[in-house]
């Protein structure tokens, strides 16, 4: 590995093993493990800790301190864990990242925006263009859909499901899903659906329309049987996929 062509700092501890493309800057102090892979054109700042099998695609940027290391999890025993960062991916200060607990990678998808101090738990899945505002936790085995944004200081139970285009509010508890396209909010009676989220429908009038008429539907039609049946009835990729969200979630937020 050629040092001057990677831009590796002298105070940077890199594994021989680990495989850095072109153009890869590590800044100083950061240690790079035995099984780590970073994609071209990738900047690692001062202080990073990468740890397990960790893939990282392209045009990754890690700012100062973010750890990518072993679950946190009680049946942890040094066993192999992995974690998958795709391509134009930023994590700012101190966010923190945990491997899995089985096969599946832990996974960032592209294009994402986890602010400082967020936390991704262990088994997490979050897909392309989310964004976490400062000092989100995720708990272990969280599926965020594309295009999601949590907002500050939210905590999110295990083993929930945030849909696509879903909009969280900050500083609350989020213990059920949260189904795609909602904006979910603290109310009076609780924490409730209480818009549809539009945020980026602006330019295709259809996605507009057609998330509109299924979380319509879901504000109706409180009988799980019927709800199903009248999403199969719009035939559109909006109501597939709240039809999907509800058959693989039994609890989640309902309209206020």
């Known amino acids: 590995m050629d040092k001057k062509e990677k831009m590796i700092h002298p105070s940077a501890i890199i594994h021989k093993n680990a495989i850095l493309g072109n153009n890869v800057s590590v800044g100083p102090n950061s240690i790079v493990g035995k099984n780590v892979q970073i994609g071209e054109n990738t900047i690692i700042e001062d202080n990073v800790r990468l740890d397990g099998n960790v893939n990282i695609g392209q045009d990754v940027y890690m700012h100062r301190c973010v750890t990518i290391g072993p679950p946190q999890h009680l049946s942890f025993k040094d066993y192999e864990h992995s974690t998958t ?12 990242i945990h491997g899995s607990t089985s096969e599946t990678p832990t996974k960032i998808g592209e294009n994402c925006y986890l602010m400082a101090f967020s936390h991704v738990g262990h088994d997490c899945n979050l897909g392309n263009n989310v964004i976490l505002t400062n000092f989100v936790q995720l ?36 213990r059920s899903s949260v189904p795609p396209y909602s904006m979910v909010a603290e109310t009076g009676k609780g924490i409730k659906i209480v818009s549809i989220n539009r ?6 009038l259809n996605l507009r329309k057609n998330a509109v008429q299924a979380m319509k539907l879901l504000k109706i039609e409180t009988n799980k049987k019927k709800l199903l049946e009248e999403l199969s009835k719009l035939k559109t990729n909006e109501s597939s996929s709240l039809k999907n969200f509800i058959n693989s979630n039994t609890k989640y937020y309902k309209w206020d």
């Open 85 to 96: 960062i795709q391509s134009k991916t930023i994590l700012r200060e101190f966010v923190t």
């Open 139 to 174: 708990g272990g085995h969280v599926t965020v859909g594309k295009k999601a944004v949590i907002g500050g200081g939210t905590m999110v139970h295990q083993r929930t499901e945030i849909g696509k285009r879903a909009m969280v509010a900050a500083m609350i508890a989020i």
């Open 199 to 204: 945020r980026g429908m602006s330019d295709d």
